[in-house]
């Protein structure tokens, strides 16, 4: 069983900064590539940033220069910075990893279920 815990999120006004973390646990043996995605209501889900095992990095035009993504491979944890929030970043968030579990020589994708990000003054 493998289960991705995010946290972190909260209200904040514009400008603010926010920390989401999100912890992997569980049977693991490998984690390939973590990522962040978000969800504002009526609008479909969409890649916020994702980064490989190696460190590198992908972030959605949107974030560029405002939200940074890291891992700590050690506890299996992924960290999105989320500085100079604005209201349009206003969604749930949530976290999806590629993981082989121990025994199963095969990476799925698991997500976690999601913490509220708002951003209002």
């Known amino acids: 069983q493998v289960q991705l815990v995010e946290s972190g999120g909260g209200l904040v006004q514009p400008g603010g900064s926010l920390r989401l973390s999100c912890a992997a646990s569980?049977?693991?043996?490998?984690?390939?590539?973590m990522g962040w995605y978000r969800q504002a209501p009526g609008k479909q889900r969409e890649l916020v940033a994702v980064?490989?095992?190696?460190?590198?990095?992908n972030d959605a035009d949107s974030v560029k220069g405002r939200f940074t993504i890291s891992r700590d491979n050690a506890k299996n944890t992924v960290y999105l910075q989320m500085n100079s929030l604005k209201p349009e970043d206003t969604a749930v968030y949530y976290c999806?990893?590629?993981?082989?579990?121990?025994?199963?020589?095969?990476?799925?994708?698991?997500w976690g279920q999601g913490t509220q990000v708002t951003v209002s003054s």
């Open positions: 999806k990893a590629g993981i082989a579990r121990v025994g199963v020589p095969t990476f799925f994708d698991y």
């Open positions: 569980g049977s693991i043996f490998s984690i390939n590539a």
């Open positions: 980064i490989t095992s190696g460190g590198r990095t």
